[in-house]
């Protein structure tokens, strides 16, 4: 099972921060995700990477960014939040030979 | 990637097994079938996956029916802890590896 962390677990931030998200997985996982959820809602696909330098847009529109320099780390900015970006995130690697996905415990972001 | 199709919520009893059952009606033939739970806003948890065959692991057993349009995954003895929402998702084997998560089943085992 993969080793994948997240932090911090929880943030409140007032509007206008600059803020970055941090996940990091220890199994050398090419590919790897972010996942944004709101309270009781469906998880939605924000950013994929399939590798170092490599990061796509999902399928939920994000004014999000993230980067992808070393394989095991994938954090994700927000270059100025907003009351409209609470929500929980959820960071995800997987498997390259099964394709299943471990997922960190999440971030979860209150913008005041 | 296919659509799925899970009832609402669900209720069972401790100790008894939970059936989850799941429609894939569209599914196509080199689609597999994921399960997945997450337990109160925790990061969703694998639980397991298969093609056509049935699939046994530690936590859960996969039923896919013959014709591969539905499933169901049994938790043979449920616990409290086993109470979350359990994920259905049919994705492409090959390329696409994305998974899209629907609203699911919200398991609630009662003591």
């Known amino acids: 099972e993969a080793d994948i962390y997240q932090t911090p677990r929880y943030l409140v931030i007032g509007t206008g921060k600059k803020i970055t998200l941090e996940c990091s997985q220890t199994m050398g996982h090419d590919k790897m995700y972010w996942y944004q959820q709101d309270p009781g809602m469906e998880l939605h696909l924000i950013h994929y990477?399939?590798?170092?330098?490599?990061?796509e847009k999902g399928d939920l529109s994000s004014e999000s960014t993230v980067s992808r320099i070393r394989t095991e780390h994938f954090p994700l900015t927000l270059e100025s939040a907003r009351p409209s970006h609470t929500s929980q995130y959820l960071c995800a690697s997987s498997d390259p030979y099964t394709d299943t996905q471990y997922f960190g415990p999440g971030t979860r972001l209150t913008v005041l | 990637d296919a659509k799925t199709t899970q009832p609402t919520s669900m209720d069972c009893a401790e100790g008894r097994a939970a059936n989850l059952p799941c429609n894939h009606s569209?599914?196509?033939?080199?689609?597999?079938v994921y399960w997945y739970r997450q337990i109160h806003s925790q990061g969703p948890q694998y639980i397991i996956h298969?093609?056509?065959n049935n699939e046994t692991n530690e936590m859960a057993s996969l039923i896919i029916t013959e014709d591969r349009k539905s499933s169901t995954l049994i938790l043979p003895h449920a616990t409290l802890r086993d109470t979350a929402v359990y994920y259905c998702?049919?994705?492409?084997?090959?390329?696409?590896?994305?998974?899209?998560f629907g609203k699911g089943t919200l398991l609630t085992v009662n003591p």
């Open positions: 990477s399939y590798g170092v330098n490599s990061t």
């Open positions: 298969g093609l056509k």
């Open positions: 998702i049919v994705r492409d084997g090959g390329s696409n590896y994305k998974l899209t």
């Open positions: 569209t599914i196509s033939g080199n689609e597999y």
